[in-house]
Nanobody, 112 residues
Framework: EVQLQASGGGLVQPGESLRLSCAAS????????MYWVRQAPGKDFEWVAS????????SYADSVKGRFTISKDNAENTLYLQMNSLRPEDTAMYYC?????RGQGTQVTVSS
């Protein structure tokens, strides 16, 4: 059974940083392309970042490019999202995903 559990969210002020983690199990993590998506209150899901299964090529939404970094530790079966220079508009529930499977999210709130 595929399991994805995100953690690391919290309440921060604008300009601060957070690192999200996603513990993965139930599939061959090293062979999987992984994603972070988010959903702000009252809005649709938004793709945030992706990392492929091969050389680890990354892609980012324009809204986070240059501020967020996605990475994966295949030895630990863990996906990360380093979020710097956070803005109030980054406030959302963040989820890690593999294929069509999305795990439990972690809440990120950016507010002064």
């Amino acid at each position: 059974e595929v399991q994805l559990q995100a953690s690391g969210g919290g309440l921060v002020q604008p300009g601060e940083s957070l690192r999200l983690s996603c513990a993965a199990s139930g599939f061959t993590f090293s062979s999987a392309a992984m994603y972070w998506v988010r959903q702000a209150p009252g809005k649709d899901f938004e793709w945030v970042a992706s990392i492929n299964s091969g050389i680890g090529r990354t892609s980012y939404a324009d809204s986070v490019k240059g501020r967020f970094t996605i990475s994966k530790d295949n030895a630990e079966n863990t996906l990360y999202l380093q979020m710097n220079s956070l803005r109030p508009e980054d406030t959302a529930m963040y989820y890690c995903a593999m294929g069509i499977t999305r795990g439990q999210g972690t809440q990120v709130t950016v507010s002064s």
